[in-house]
Structures are given as structure tokens and as C-alpha cells.
């Protein structure tokens, strides 16, 4: 099992979503750049490493939890078998878009890919392997895809009732992609380590 999410910078080939896309070299992202402040743009994606094979009883995931006030929770399985219209809900998932709160995935099984843009707008692919908890700011433009696999297996936590609306870019007047790009850094403020 990896110690840490592993992450990188995506070439711009338009081949199959689910290919690692890396580029030639490939050039590795740390956890410091997707936690660190940059000027005045931070990526804010915090993340943890925990046993998914104890999630239902894991202290620390419901220290998480709490501290966080993730007070709902469901799980998703994503593969073709279990998902009606997995075509089009795949291709929903990897356009390009906005949340107005955070967006909390917790992968117990299978692994997949969440695609998040950096300070100079360039894709970088995080790939969420079993044990990866990670949290994307509201206003953070992402999408998702699953890997050659073709499964993953997601816990969901939301703060209150679930709301997954998406806003497809370009969202740059939107109050919270605002609020992300010029008042996220008070809220971090320094280098968040993974756990």
C-alpha cells in the first residue's frame, strides 16, 4: 500500500481519460504543492491515508468526520455492471466544473483518477488508489474518471444533506470560484502535511 496519494502533471492528449497521462518526462506532484500557498492562488486538496478495510470503525476517520462536521455519509460503487448509463454519467463526472462546497471522496476499493487545475491552469491527476481520503475546496475546478480498472468504490461525506451540482466552467464570476481563488489562503494559511 502507497504511503502517500501519488499525483502528477497531464500531457494534453485527448486519448482515452482513463490512461495515466503523464508527461515525457513524467513530473511528479507532492502533497506540499496540492496543500501549499501559491501567491495569492492556493489548491487548498487536503488528504489523508487511512485503512480502508476498517472504515466503519476507524477513530481517525471519525475524528475527521467530526472535527470537519461531515455529519452524512453514503458509499458509490462506479463500474459498468452497477451504474445505469455509466457512458454518460462517466463523461458528466469528467467535465470540468466547479462545486459550491467541498467535494469529501474516500476510496475503500478499486482506484480512479481526480483531475484538479493549478495556479497556471495546468491538469494535475491525482490517483485515488484504496485508503485515499481526499477534499477539494468549493471553487476548485476538478473532474473525475475511473482508471483501466473500470471500478471504484467511494464514500461520500457531505457537511448537512447531499448537494452535487455541478458548474461547468467558466465559472470565474461565481462567488465561490471568488472566494477560492482570493480568500482560501487565510483559511490554510501553511503547508498541510498528509496524515
Request: glycine share 4%; with cysteine; charged share 30%.
Amino acid at each position: 500500500m502507497a504511503l502517500e496519494v501519488e499525483a502528477w502533471f497531464m500531457d494534453d492528449s485527448n486519448e482515452d481519460q482513463r490512461l495515466p497521462h503523464h508527461l515525457n518526462p513524467k513530473e511528479l506532484v507532492s502533497l506540499d504543492y496540492l496543500a501549499v500557498v501559491f501567491c495569492f492562488v492556493e489548491l487548498g486538496v487536503l488528504y489523508w491515508k487511512l485503512n480502508p478495510e476498517n472504515y466503519e470503525n476507524d477513530p481517525e476517520l471519525s475524528k475527521i468526520r467530526e472535527e470537519r462536521g461531515y455529519d452524512y455519509m453514503d458509499l458509490l460503487d462506479l463500474c459498468p455492471e452497477k451504474v445505469s448509463n455509466y457512458e454518460e454519467k462517466l463523461k458528466n463526472f469528467f467535465t470540468e466544473h466547479i462545486h459550491k462546497d467541498e467535494e469529501i471522496r474516500y476510496c475503500l476499493a478499486g482506484s480512479g483518477y481526480f483531475d484538479v487545475r493549478d495556479k497556471d491552469d495546468r491538469w494535475i491527476r491525482i490517483w485515488m488508489q484504496p485508503g485515499d481520503l481526499i477534499i477539494l475546496p468549493a471553487g476548485i475546478y476538478h473532474r473525475f474518471t475511473l482508471d483501466t480498472s473500470n471500478y471504484i468504490k467511494l464514500m461520500r461525506l457531505f457537511v448537512g444533506e447531499p448537494v452535487w451540482t455541478p458548474y461547468n466552467r467558466p465559472q470565474e464570476e461565481h462567488p465561490v470560484r471568488q472566494k477560492y481563488i482570493n480568500g482560501l489562503t487565510h483559511k490554510f494559511g501553511e503547508t498541510i502535511k498528509a496524515h
